[in-house]
């Protein structure tokens, strides 16, 4: 059964910095596509950044040039590095992934992991 386990949320400060981590396990072929989505209360689930099994990635306009994604494929883990954090980016971080099974191909989502950002 698939598993997609987050680390790295937390409190921080405006400027500062933080390391989300996403690790996938569970009878796993492949996973052509990875990703972070956020959701802020109030507001609806957004995707943050995406990179697929080639290292090609996309991001969303409020966190480019501030946010790093980045992926392990031996490990099946996909990181999202953030920098110069601000206070909107207050929200629940959930790691989303397209993963191929014996079953087959759909998305997998993580429990998600809180990032508050103080002013």
């Known amino acids: 059964q698939v598993q997609l386990v987050e680390s790295g949320g937390g409190l921080v400060q405006a400027g500062g910095s933080l390391r989300l981590s996403c690790a996938a396990s569970g009878g796993i072929f492949s996973i052509p596509v990875m990703g972070w989505y956020r959701q802020a209360p109030g507001k609806q689930r957004e995707l943050v950044a995406g990179i697929n099994s080639g290292g090609s990635t996309n991001y969303a306009d409020s966190v480019k040039g501030r946010f790093t994604i980045s992926r392990d494929n031996a490990k099946n883990t996909v990181y999202l590095q953030m920098n110069s954090l601000e206070p909107e980016d207050t929200a629940v971080y959930y790691c989303?992934?397209?993963?191929?099974?014996?079953?087959?191909?759909?998305?997998?989502w993580g429990q998600g992991t809180q990032v508050t950002v103080s002013s």
């Open positions: 989303n992934a397209n993963i191929l099974t014996i079953s087959p191909i759909r998305d997998y």
